[in-house]
């Protein structure tokens, strides 16, 4: 069964720090999609990066960056120059190939930046 | 940017009442989903819809809930006799197709069940 695994309850970054936020995943399938998102205090999801497994190179989408290491099954994320608003809790998803390509989410990094 | 929406962003609710959360999906895509993010913990996959029938379920989608697109537009989720653990956010997804990259999320509704 696939599996996403973030080990990481809580982080705290000093503003303008770049953080790494862990994201490590299981599965038997050779295509599957990783994604990124941000929920901030008011509830809503919201889309950052997705890294497809055939990608040769990292995903990059502004300050976001996708630390993807396929051997390892890891896909971190990492937040260059962090900013006040960058406070949230980050998931972390798998889109999966077999049935309706439904995502599976693991539980989540509070992450705090601090001024 | 077209997006997806829902309504009500906050009900509150009376156990053994019947609620029903409303989603509109951005207008091209075909493939629509439910999640529930019970408070503090990961989001849940409850069920995917594709072509006005379930496609997929997960074991929390008992016959308590049920799913329906009553019009071109809406997608809706019932939960017919609500209970204290159904207390959670709710967030409406699609996707223009089944393997398309990314879902698109609602905003959420918190279901509050008293």
């Known amino acids: 069964a696939q599996k996403i695994t973030q080990t990481q309850p809580g982080m705290f970054v000093q503003e303008k720090e770049a953080v790494t936020l862990d994201c490590t995943y299981d599965t038997s399938d050779p295509s599957y999609g990783l994604f990124w998102y941000k929920q901030p205090s008011s509830g809503e999801m919201i889309f950052l990066i997705y890294?497809?497994?055939?990608?040769?190179q990292n995903a990059t989408e502004g300050r976001y960056s996708l630390n993807f290491q396929k051997a390892r099954k890891s896909a971190n994320l990492v937040i260059s120059a962090s900013q006040l608003g960058d406070s949230a809790m980050y998931f972390c998803a798998m889109r999966e190939i077999q049935g309706t390509y439904k995502y599976i989410f693991g539980t989540g990094t509070r992450l705090k930046v601090l001024a | 940017e077209p997006e997806v929406t829902q309504t009500p962003s906050h009900q509150v609710t009376q156990m053994g009442q019947e609620v029903i959360l409303r989603c509109v999906p951005i207008?091209?895509?075909?493939?629509f989903y439910w999640y529930r993010q019970i408070l503090g913990q990961k989001v849940e996959f409850l069920v995917s819809?594709?072509?006005?029938?379930?496609?997929?379920k997960s074991e929390i989608f008992d016959d308590q809930f049920s799913v329906e697109r009553p019009d071109g537009s809406n997608f809706t989720l019932k939960i017919r006799s609500t209970k204290l653990e159904d207390s959670a956010m709710y967030f409406c997804a699609s996707n223009r197709q089944k393997n398309a990259d990314t879902q698109y999320f609602g905003p959420g509704t918190r279901l509050t069940v008293l």
């Open positions: 819809f594709y072509n006005n029938e379930i496609s997929e």
């Open positions: 207008s091209n895509h075909l493939y």
């Open positions: 890294q497809g497994s055939y990608d040769q």
